[in-house]
C-alpha cells in the first residue's frame, strides 16, 4: 500500500479514473430532444460544445425514443432530455450516454449544471451511462444494461470453455 506522500503526489493512485487534469477542455457534441428549448437558451454550454436541437436543427420532429437514441449513437451525440423513464431501458453500455433533466431547472441553472457535469465527467462515463441533473446535484450512473453486458461476456466464455 503507497504512502500517504505517495498518494499525494500521484493522484491517480487515489481512484480507478481519475477526472482529467489537463489544461485541454473537452468539447462534446450534444443533442437536446424536442421537450428542450433551443441551443440559443443554454449560451454558456451552446459556446463550448456542438449543440442540435432534434426537432429545430435535424428537423426531426416526432422521433420515437428509441430512433432517437439511436440517431444520438450514429452522430456521436450525448442526448440531453426531460423523460428519461424510456431512455433508462434502452441506454447501451457501448452506446452514448444520457443526460436526465430535471424540469424545476431553469434554464440558467440547467446551462451551469450541465456544463459542470460534463466538465466532471471520466472518459468512461461517454458511453452507457444515465447522467441526472437536479437542483440538489449530478449524479453519474452506469446504465442497467451495463451488468447484463458483463453476464453476456461471462455466458459466452462458459460455453468456449465447456
Do not use: C
Not at 493512485?13 to 489537463?22: A, D, I
Not at 426537432?55 to 422521433?63: E, F, P, R, T, V
Not at 423513464?85 to 424540469?103: C, E, N, Q
Not at 431553469?106 to 437542483?135: F, H, P, W
Amino acid at each position: 500500500m503507497p504512502t500517504l506522500w505517495k498518494q499525494a503526489l500521484m493522484p491517480s493512485l487515489n481512484s480507478k479514473h481519475p477526472k482529467n487534469k489537463s489544461r485541454k477542455v473537452t468539447k462534446y457534441k450534444l443533442l437536446l430532444d424536442e421537450g428542450l428549448f433551443l441551443p440559443k437558451f443554454y449560451p454558456k454550454l451552446n459556446a463550448f460544445h456542438s449543440l442540435k436541437h432534434i426537432a429545430y436543427d435535424l428537423k426531426m420532429s416526432g422521433i420515437k425514443d428509441k430512433a432517437l437514441y439511436e440517431l444520438a449513437i450514429q452522430e456521436n451525440r450525448i442526448l440531453i432530455v426531460f423523460n428519461v423513464k424510456d431512455f433508462k431501458k434502452i441506454i447501451k453500455p457501448d452506446g452514448i450516454s444520457v443526460i436526465d433533466l430535471s424540469t424545476n431547472l431553469s434554464n440558467k441553472e440547467a446551462d451551469l449544471k450541465i456544463l459542470k457535469a460534463l466538465k466532471d465527467m471520466r472518459t468512461d462515463q461517454v458511453k452507457g451511462y444515465l447522467i441526472s441533473i437536479t437542483k440538489s446535484g449530478i449524479e453519474f450512473k452506469p446504465s442497467k444494461n451495463f451488468y447484463l453486458l458483463d453476464i453476456q461476456k461471462v455466458i459466452l466464455i462458459l460455453t468456449l470453455i465447456i
